[in-house]
């Protein structure tokens, strides 16, 4: 596989999580600025919120997971050398991808049953398994990328870009 068309496909995905945190982001503004200065709510804004949120979480989780910015503890990585950590680093997202697996798999089922149950906003009475379903789509994402990011490691580790590499001096 073409590894541009790849990296294409990681980017498309971070910038899809960065598109929901801008969106969470004005719909809190947004809202607080209507009932401030005009007394006005957005019906369902805070249902819409909270479900916007958990979406935001589970795309987040998929940006963050190949590129291994998420938080980490180095003690002992820093102190071993490049076969070991490479090791480490294949073991943790062998764990991290058993881990986003089963959970795919529950918010899956998550999904259909709230469908099922017709659950609804409650204001506007929308429903809800959309927003979950969106959610989902971040989680089976988080899946495909480390899938991506195992195959990596084990076979072609020049195409994984370390945390601080990716970070630029500033001058």
Do not use: C
Not at 1 to 9: G, L, S
Not at 29 to 52: C, H, T, V, W
Not at 83 to 96: E, G, Y
């Amino acid at each position: 596989m073409n590894p541009r068309i790849m990296d294409r496909f990681i980017d498309s995905i971070e910038w899809v999580a960065a598109i929901f945190v801008g969106v969470v982001a004005a719909d809190v503004f947004i809202s607080i600025m209507l009932r401030y200065f005009f007394g006005i709510s957005i019906p369902d804004s805070y249902d819409f919120g909270q479900l916007l949120l958990g979406i935001t979480i589970f795309w987040g989780i998929a940006a963050t997971s190949y590129r291994g910015t998420h938080i980490t503890v180095d003690l002992l990585y820093a102190n071993i050398g490049p076969f070991w950590q490479r090791i480490m680093d294949v073991f943790a997202t062998l764990v991290l991808l058993f881990v986003v697996v089963v959970q795919t798999y529950t918010l899956f089922d998550k999904v259909v049953s709230t469908r099922v149950d017709n659950v609804q906003t409650f204001d506007l009475r929308l429903p809800v398994w959309p927003f979950f379903a969106l959610a989902w789509i971040g989680d089976v994402a988080a899946v495909l990328l480390m899938a991506v990011r195992t195959y990596r490691l084990i076979f072609h580790p020049e195409l994984i870009k370390r945390p601080d590499a990716l970070a630029k001096p500033i001058e």
